[in-house]
């Protein structure tokens, strides 16, 4: 499986970025797509993520009302709107694929990025102030 994320950029805040992530390989996505960041000297953080078969989605706090994940099944595609950003969204942002067991093993780790196997490679998202 292969990810490729794209879409980021230099933007000022109160900006907007589209994140794409294709997905390539045999069952490219297997339960869920979820994206990180990683901000300059910070750990990785969960931003959201999608189920694929149903489309359920999943915020952070901070991402809630700004940032919207979809995905196209038939392209095997995943995409990040992210609308009035702010200067504390600048970093590093990835997309990756999660292997979950049912609805109940999602719903209790789908935040946990060690339950994602496989990445892009991210793509930098700058905001300015």
């Known amino acids: 499986v292969q990810l490729q994320a794209s879409g980021g950029g230099l933007v000022q805040a109160g900006g907007s970025l589209r994140l794409s992530c294709a997905a390539s390989?045999?069952?490219?996505?297997?339960?869920?797509v979820g994206w990180f960041r990683q901000a300059p000297g910070k750990d990785r953080e969960f931003v959201t993520a999608?189920?694929?078969?149903?489309?359920?989605?999943s915020y952070a706090d901070y991402a809630k009302g700004r940032f919207t994940i979809s995905r196209d099944n038939t392209k095997s595609m995943g995409y990040l709107e992210m609308n009035s950003l702010k200067p504390e969204d600048t970093g590093v942002y990835y997309c990756?694929?999660?292997?979950?067991?049912?609805?109940?093993?999602?719903?209790?780790?789908?935040?946990?990025?060690?339950?994602?196997?496989?990445w892009g490679q991210g793509t930098l998202v700058t905001v300015s102030s």
């Open positions: 990756a694929t999660g292997s979950f067991s049912n609805d109940f093993d999602y719903a209790r780790d789908y935040t946990n990025s060690r339950r994602y196997g496989y």
């Open positions: 999608i189920t694929w078969r149903s489309g359920s989605r």
């Open positions: 390989g045999r069952a490219a996505v297997t339960y869920a």
